[in-house]
């Protein structure tokens, strides 16, 4: 479908920007296989200094808890259910209308949750953006939208996707999430003696969102992998435990040697010390 550009222009100054309604689509791959697809919005990016795409503010997906569970109820009910048996049955949708709406909203409420950054420009990646209806220009003045005359050009512009992870981090292309997790997740390292005794993956996600990780064993030895790597090149968060009460220059020297030693653990492969550590935790 085609569809011409729209024409921003500032109150106080002559600058002229344009909002390109190019069809993307931003699919967000969670660390639990799951996926999540929304569109993209348009922000003044100040890293940029002009208009870009960029995600969509996910903060109001923390506001929706009692519609989750009003859909829940209402998805829930014996009649509802029955009734969503006949229609499949009946050639049908085999997901209610309920149903998919419940299913956006959580997954939208589970990214926002696991956010530590606002939204992102699509363009550079950063986060220092602004609403257009909010932005001030350096002249003072502000954006005013004029609507397209009728004889305006007109594009037809092909669809395209971006893949994101949940910190809206852009990915080449679908891969596997746990690999992604995995490569940026949080870690805090217990070292004991000059030892590596415990290896805790903090993570804002719910343990339910790393089911299937920890029964498949192929998943997880690649996730175990790239944690060990990660371990030793000293790529982790916090090498003392807060058990500690105080960090001795003993404790403190041996670090960077024993983050290199821990290939094995009790003479065990680190993949095979950290799933017993994940499972036992």
Same mark, same amino acid.
């Given at each position: 479908m085609t569809r011409a550009n729209t024409l921003l222009r500032c109150s106080l100054c002559d600058y002229v920007g344009r909002l390109i309604h190019r069809p993307i689509t931003l699919i967000y791959e969670l660390p639990g296989g799951e996926k999540f697809k929304t569109g993209r919005k348009f922000c003044w990016c100040n890293t940029c200094g002009g208009i870009r795409d960029s995600e969509p503010n996910l903060s109001p997906y923390l506001k929706i808890d009692r519609h989750i569970a009003d859909l829940k109820k209402a998805t829930g009910k014996l009649r509802a259910r029955a009734y969503n048996v006949i229609d499949r049955l009946l050639g049908g949708s085999s997901v209610s209308n309920d149903e998919s709406e419940l299913h956006d909203l959580m997954l939208g409420r589970k990214i926002a949750r696991a956010r530590s950054s606002g939204p992102r420009c699509l363009y550079c990646g950063e986060t220092d953006i602004q609403a257009l209806n909010k932005y001030i220009h350096t002249c003072g003045g502000h954006l005013v939208q004029e609507a397209p005359s009728d004889d305006a050009p007109r594009f037809n512009y092909a669809p395209e996707t971006i893949h994101l992870d949940f910190e809206g981090r852009k990915l080449s292309g679908p891969i596997d999430p746990y690999i992604q997790f995995a490569q940026t997740v949080e870690i805090e390292c217990v070292m004991k003696d000059g030892l590596v005794a415990l290896v805790y993956v903090c993570t804002r996600f719910d343990e339910e969102d790393f089911a299937?990780?920890?029964?498949?064993?192929? $998943? =997880?030895? $690649?996730?175990?992998? %790239? %944690?060990?790597?990660? %371990?030793?090149? @000293? @790529?982790?968060?916090?090498?003392?435990?807060? =058990? =500690?009460? $105080?960090?001795?220059? $003993?404790?403190?020297?041996? %670090?960077?040697?024993?983050?290199?030693?821990?290939?094995?653990?009790n003479q065990e492969p680190i993949s095979k010390w950290l799933r017993c550590q994940v499972m036992t935790r």
């Open positions: 299937s990780l920890l029964s498949d064993k192929e $998943k =997880f030895r $690649k996730f175990a992998r %790239i %944690i060990e790597l990660r %371990i030793m090149h @000293d @790529d982790f968060d916090n090498s003392l435990s807060q =058990f =500690f009460d $105080k960090s001795t220059p $003993k404790l403190l020297a041996s %670090i960077s040697e024993a983050t290199r030693a821990v290939v094995l653990v």
